[in-house]
């Protein structure tokens, strides 16, 4: 039984953090536009433009392992305000190179890496604090805040913004963008520290040693495993589909590339909704089928999206789509975090995210190659059916009972240690 006092106290914690997020997350957007039109004024080489957001994605799979086994030897709340505050001097050192005018590809490139380095720290180690910060059965609500946050920062407010910025001054989104990480690192700094929970008694372990042993927690657990393959099919999806949205609306609805925005605010209302209210909505079901029923009319959406005749259609389909994807990502990313125990959290986590990025990867990769070779709208048939027909497979791995005993198992163990 909760004690309503400490869930207060709890919660009153988590409030200071999640307002960190959202100052950082809005910076996030922000870049996210202006970044590929600092590209723009530089370089028309398309290969170096995609070379810039490679540049930013690289660090996951280099350093996401080593970073997430930082994160449980290291206390985690210092690491999230030593990545904030790299972001706030190298986006601030961005704006005042490009204030005056002595800005080159290549230290484009640097910062990218260096933002990206900077965020795959901050991200596996914030996503291995919020089971600290709160009460168990607080856990839905806190991820389902902090995505409904991310997705109107990063998808609603943050681009219009960096791109209104950047018409005005072209410094001016990237000087606002390194305020908003030096606000992110302020309110960091007011949180208490919060060290890892490690087993009592357990003799001190080499850094080599906490990595492999992340790597044998990730490995070890089948559950995790079909979790991890779960979020990895939905990304690969996600990749081969929706980078193809802005050519769908440009090419096959004969749309001004300025209606893109307004498919893509349908996407991030409906993620916004599934964000604040997919821990409500998880209660109604057990978790295997709630992530049973959202992949399937993931997978349906995704079918139908390559077959809207009409913007409003299309950005319709892309809210249904946003909502049941990121109710999944609660449910998931709850489920995952029970899975793991707490001083392991960051290195496994970091593992399971690592091998889902890189799906992403290739499923944009996918994507762009089934358009060539079948069309424009195969690519969204051909995905969606794949998820529709994995999600009774994967069920199987991932049913109810699996579920409750693997997690009754876990909790015994952590009983008896």
Request: one cysteine or more; aromatic letters at 8%; proline letters at 4%.
């Amino acid at each position: 039984m909760s004690d309503p006092t400490h869930d207060q106290a709890a919660w009153r914690t988590f409030r200071r953090f999640w307002a960190s997020t959202a100052a950082s997350n809005l910076a996030d957007g922000m870049l996210l536009s202006a970044t590929p039109l600092v590209a723009l004024t530089l370089t028309r080489d398309p290969l170096a433009i995609t070379t810039v957001t490679a540049m930013q994605y690289l660090p996951w799979l280099l350093f996401s392992v080593p970073l997430g086994t930082l994160a449980d030897r290291v206390d985690r709340m210092v690491l999230l305000r030593i990545a904030s505050t790299t972001r706030a001097l190298g986006v601030g050192l961005l704006a005042l190179a490009l204030a005056t005018g002595h800005v080159h590809i290549l230290m484009l490139y640097a910062l990218s890496f260096l933002f990206g380095l900077a965020e795959t720290l901050y991200d596996t180690t914030s996503s291995a604090l919020v089971p600290t910060l709160v009460e168990d059965h607080q856990l839905e609500r806190a991820n389902g805040r902090l995505y409904a946050t991310q997705t109107v920062a990063n998808s609603f407010a943050g681009p219009p913004l960096g791109g209104g910025l950047f018409a005005l001054a072209v410094a001016a989104p990237f000087a606002l963008g390194s305020a908003g990480y030096a606000v992110a690192a302020l309110l960091l700094t007011v949180l208490p520290l919060t060290h890892s929970k490690r087993t009592p008694g357990k003799a001190p372990t080499t850094f080599v040693k906490d990595l492999k042993a992340g790597v044998r927690g990730f490995t070890g657990s089948p559950l995790l495993i079909s979790l991890c393959v779960l979020f990895g099919i939905g990304n690969l999806a996600s990749s081969a589909a929706y980078g193809l949205v802005a050519l769908t609306v440009v090419e096959r609805l004969d749309a001004s590339p300025a209606t893109f925005g307004l498919v893509l605010a349908g996407g991030a209302v409906g993620a916004f909704l599934g964000g604040t209210y997919g821990d409500r909505i998880g209660r109604l079901t057990r978790p295997g089928t709630t992530l049973l029923w959202t992949t399937v009319v993931s997978g349906l959406v995704t079918a139908a999206i390559g077959l809207a005749d009409h913007l409003i259609v299309l950005s319709a389909l892309m809210a249904v789509d946003g909502f049941v994807v990121l109710t999944q990502s609660v449910i998931g990313v709850s489920l995952r975090a029970r899975l793991i125990p707490d001083h392991m959290l960051g290195r496994v986590t970091a593992v399971f995210r690592t091998l889902s990025t890189g799906a992403s990867a290739l499923g944009a990769v996918l994507g762009g190659l089934l358009a060539r070779a079948l069309g424009l709208f195969w690519p969204f048939i051909i995905v969606g059916a794949v998820v529709v027909a994995l999600g009774p497979i994967l069920f199987r791995w991932l049913s109810n009972d699996r579920i409750e005993a693997t997690l009754s198992t876990q909790q015994t163990t952590e009983e008896k240690v």
